[in-house]
């Protein structure tokens, strides 16, 4: 009896302990609920163009409420939806998703050190280690990683590039000032207009003002290998990713965003949006939107310990491999090419898509690129540059053996005649960038046909490339090209634009209008399948694998011309031009057939001419084997294969079908 009437206290002390903690842990978290609830107070003017931050309306002069710590606006018949579906984020304070009361995400233990011994400058550029570079055998010069990984490139893009890989793996935000011309965006801290002294996040779109980077509540989460499935919501600024997805709530399909204050959220991964007021019955796991297949998965993403420092990282293989039409998109990207869009497009696809996708081809060549997918056979690459920039990346690909993979081209270079011929376009304007992915995700692939080049004696100067697949040229047009490639080393700056380049062009063409050129017969030979070719009243010799050269123009021709391109070409270039296409029947051009399409050209005026869709080229033979051969050792011609120009000195160059 004694031993019951002693466990009953006990039993009841224990009831009475658990209930002070049940007690403890509701007052706790009253006090936090209190902390996150906005201290909503009566704004004191009457006059408002600020939208409420809830129901996204705009405040049309009547009252409005503001929260004393966040700076939060609301309608005052917001007030009780806005206290129950939103929480308050003072500058300082860790909450990551106000509008659902989300703790902020915290970075993995594995990266914790980094963060705390990788500080943000107060410029908000993430410092990474120092090292030591030796620049000069007696002085020694202490600079950041970031430095020492960009002494050998010059230029800013190549640089802005790797500034971005340099903060891959920490979480960190990589801040550039805002356009002076910009829409007006709004500081995620303390949510004032961010004009003038505003600073954005190359990746995740975060805005903030200049002092207010170190008060950041949040990780760039898309800098991190890891994705839970959760979204990554970030808070107003729908209009910097408008080019590229549709604002419109993902819950109520009616158009999100305001250029008067921040409201509503987007998903940094699959870019939906989502009004404040729909927060409730948004969908919570995140499946990447519409090019989910073209992600890499971030749990598959690991530091590569064969590289120098560890500082590239790899993709381990897939447990479930996807085929080859459905694989990640690789993106490489030329900073150099044509209209100097490299620092856009990388910039657009770290948004879209992600950083550890996007190379720049200054930054360890397309070897970089494929290195990452080096455990994934299949996946699928976007090479965003010229004529030029495609055959380095596939030269690359052949040399590495590689079975695939799929190359598609976002052609921000000057002629794109391989874009034109595959239907990606004559050129990117800094158009709908998502929408142009999703054509990739949906395309078919197509055969073509590439053509190795083999020179025996002679000095080829800057040949460096020994295939091609669009165009190889010698002769006048050559010449052009290689004035305007002159002026391009000389001053890359001022090929900024595609028209421009195009003006440049027709300068130089201008120029060699005036000059005297001889024919080709007296210093050059071509042999087409060991047949001699007559070069009488050729200036220069084109052999097209694509139906497309000089930026569009099809210089061969089809069986269905017009009867006014047959006149004209017969007006103006005699019975010459006649007597060569009746005298062989050719087929038309395509980039498949295992044949090459020799066309000559009769001067400048033949070019001009042809350039202005006028006349055709003059057809001189069909062939699978080419040999050009400069008849004296001391002559000297100019040449050109897919728009990389070069002086050939003496010598022959032998071309040759390599592969399909």
């Not at 709004?186 to 008060?215: I, M, N, Q, Y």
């Not at 808070?235 to 250029?259: D, M, P």
């Not at 879209?352 to 056979?377: E, K, Y």
């Not at 395309?443 to 697949?469: H, I, K, N, V």
């Amino acid at each position: 009896g004694h031993e019951q009437e002693s466990a009953v206290p006990s039993e009841a002390a224990t009831a009475t302990a658990e209930g002070e903690r049940f007690q403890g842990r509701e007052q706790e978290q009253e006090q936090q609920q209190q902390q996150q609830q906005h201290q909503l107070v009566a704004h004191a003017s009457r006059v408002s163009l600020f939208a409420c931050q809830y129901c996204s309306n705009l405040i049309w002069g009547g009252g409005h409420l503001v929260c004393t710590a966040c700076n939060f606006r609301c309608h005052t018949k917001c007030r009780d939806d806005a206290l129950q579906h939103t929480t308050c984020c003072p500058p300082g304070c860790s909450v990551a998703a106000v509008a659902i009361g989300k703790a902020a995400s915290e970075p993995p233990p594995e990266i914790a050190e980094e963060l705390a011994a990788a500080p943000v400058a107060a410029s908000g550029t993430p410092l990474v280690t120092e090292v030591t570079v030796v620049e000069d055998s007696n002085v020694e010069t202490t600079t950041t990683g970031a430095e020492a990984a960009l002494a050998a490139h010059i230029t800013p893009s190549t640089k802005f590039s790797c500034e971005i890989k340099a903060v891959l793996g920490t979480g960190q935000h990589h801040f550039s000032p805002l356009p002076l011309n910009a829409v007006p965006s709004f500081c995620v801290v303390c949510r004032e207009s961010a004009a003038w002294t505003g600073v954005c996040c190359d990746v995740c779109c975060c805005v903030v003002h200049d002092k207010c980077v170190p008060l950041v509540p949040f990780l760039c989460h898309k800098t991190l290998p890891r994705h839970d499935g959760e979204h990554c919501w970030m808070e107003g600024n729908l209009h910097l990713l408008a080019k590229y997805q549709e604002s419109r709530c993902t819950v109520c399909q009616q158009w999100c965003g305001s250029l008067t204050a921040l409201v509503d959220f987007r998903c940094a991964w699959c870019l939906r949006v989502v009004h404040t007021s729909c927060m409730q019955r948004a969908p919570s796991n995140c499946d990447r939107g519409l090019l989910r297949s073209m992600y890499v998965d971030p749990g598959l993403i690991e530091r590569d310990e064969s590289s120098e420092g560890g500082t590239r990282w790899v993709a381990r293989a897939a447990p479930n491999p996807p085929s080859a039409a459905d694989g990640p998109l690789i993106a490489i990207v030329n900073n150099r090419s044509g209209c100097l869009q490299g620092r856009e497009v990388f910039t657009a696809l770290c948004r879209i898509l992600s950083p550890f996708q996007v190379f720049d081809i200054d930054d360890g060549g397309p070897d970089a690129a494929l290195d990452f997918m080096r455990n994934n056979p299949n996946f699928r690459l976007l090479v965003c540059g010229g004529d030029g920039t495609y055959g380095w990346v596939m030269d690359t690909v052949s040399r590495r053996a590689m079975k695939g993979p799929c190359m598609a081209t976002l052609p921000i270079g000057t002629g794109n005649d391989l874009s034109r011929v595959l239907g990606w376009g004559a050129g990117y304007r800094g158009g709908n960038l998502y929408k142009f992915l999703r054509h990739v995700n949906y395309a078919s692939p197509a055969p073509l046909d590439r053509w190795s080049m083999t020179s025996e004696g002679g000095d080829t100067g800057a040949l460096r490339c020994g295939t091609f697949q669009n165009y190889f040229s010698v002769g006048v047009d050559a010449a052009i090209a290689l004035a305007v490639h002159n002026k391009r080393q000389q001053n890359p700056e001022a090929f900024d634009s595609r028209i421009g380049n195009m003006f440049t062009y027709f300068l130089c063409g201008a120029g060699a209008f005036f000059t005297r050129y001889d024919d080709l017969s007296g210093c050059v030979s071509v042999t087409v399948d060991g047949t001699p070719l007559d070069l009488s009243h050729v200036q220069c010799v084109v052999l097209m694998n694509l139906p497309s050269y000089g930026a569009g123009t099809n210089a061969w021709g089809t069986a269905h011309d017009s009867h006014a391109r047959k006149h004209h070409s017969r007006k103006l270039f005699g019975l010459l031009h006649l007597r060569r296409r009746r005298a062989q029947k050719f087929t038309d051009a395509s980039s498949s057939d295992g044949a090459l399409e020799v066309v000559g050209l009769n001067g400048v005026t033949h070019l001009a001419a042809l350039q202005c869709h006028v006349v055709n080229g003059m057809r001189l033979a069909q062939g699978r084997s080419v040999r050009i051969t400069l008849i004296s050792p001391a002559a000297c011609a100019a040449c050109q294969y897919d728009g990389e120009p070069f002086l050939q000195r003496g010598g022959a160059i032998t071309i040759d079908w390599k592969e399909k």
